[in-house]
């Protein structure tokens, strides 16, 4: 037989949860607070969806912690779109913040490039000195292809390997025995090269000067025709006493062979239309709204203006041109 107590719980909360009560050995008061929970459990299933609601209780966290994980794991995909997966990876590995992950970042590249600029100084120097003292044949040590210069220590510049492009990455990836080092200040010839080119230099001048004065030479002309580069003939130049004569004549050269390149002579109604009002191409293809590329043609003797069409000969009688 059931009690008063029994039948007034059986009143409030009907038969069939009161044998749920009873199987979870639960009183009236625990039950009800089981039920409140789950009332708020089915809210929040609707709220969240039952995917969401689901992951919140695997990872054992309430609502509000939940709402703060979201949070945390939308800016990590933000940061990750921005800065990439791999950058985001690395920033994750050295814990630090995005401020401090690009101070990182600019530094090391710093870093970066002065190493890079200090070896490229040290590699120019080895070349030009193989160049200035040493008789030596730029071939691979191992194939006898074109080789290029590696310096096994930075610090000793003189001390290197010739290798071909092939052997000489094998090398780097640590697929490649190192062959025998040449020490190029047991090969090296005491200045005899860099003498030899000075004394032709000398010899030469006064036939560069010459040819500069004469027969309209620039510095590019005389590097082809002396086998010497532009810049030591500028340095040898820069020694006489009419330098300032010769430095003038050089860039009317210049200037010359540029308007003979181009086939803009003086007589050209063109050129001196433009020298009489002093204008450029693009200001007279404005006037005239002839296209640009037409009036180079045409300044230029590629098309004559009378092989031009009607309608682009009558734009252009608006300058009255002389042909």
Do not use: W
């Amino acid at each position: 037989m059931l009690s008063k107590e029994e039948k007034e719980v059986i009143q409030k909360i009907g038969k069939y949860k009161y044998n749920q009560m009873k199987e979870k050995h639960f009183d009236c008061q625990e039950y009800l607070k089981y039920l409140e929970q789950k009332e708020q459990e089915k809210k929040l299933r609707k709220q969240m969806g039952n995917y969401q609601y689901q992951k919140m209780k695997q990872l054992g966290l309430n609502y509000e912690q939940y709402l703060q994980y979201k949070e945390e794991k939308n800016k990590e995909k933000v940061l990750k779109k921005k800065i990439g997966y791999k950058k985001y990876a690395e920033l994750q590995e050295l814990g630090m913040t995005l401020e401090e992950y690009e101070k990182f970042v600019k530094e090391t590249k710093y870093k970066n490039r002065q190493k890079h600029e200090e070896k490229n100084k040290i590699r120019y120097r080895t070349i030009r000195y193989v160049e200035r003292y040493c008789d030596l044949e730029m071939r691979c040590q191992i194939c006898e292809e074109k080789a290029e210069i590696h310096h096994p220590n930075y610090n000793d510049y003189l001390k290197i390997n010739l290798l071909c492009k092939k052997h000489h990455t094998a090398l780097h990836n640590f697929e490649l025995v190192p062959p025998e080092i040449i020490n190029l200040e047991t090969i090296a010839t005491k200045k005899q090269v860099q003498k030899e080119k000075t004394e032709f230099i000398k010899g030469q001048i006064e036939n560069m000067k010459l040819d500069v004065l004469k027969n309209n030479y620039t510095y590019k002309d005389l590097a082809r025709k002396y086998g010497v580069s532009a810049s030591t003939i500028r340095i040898y130049f820069l020694e006489d006493v009419n330098y300032t004569i010769l430095k003038e004549k050089i860039e009317d050269n210049r200037k010359r062979k540029n308007i003979l390149k181009s086939n803009c002579h003086e007589d050209n109604p063109f050129i001196v239309y433009k020298k009489k009002y002093n204008l450029t191409s693009r200001e007279i293809s404005e006037i005239t709204k002839v296209p640009l590329p037409t009036i180079r043609a045409i300044e230029t003797g590629k098309t004559k203006i009378e092989n031009l069409k009607e309608s682009t000969k009558k734009k252009l009688s608006i300058l009255n041109l002389q042909h």
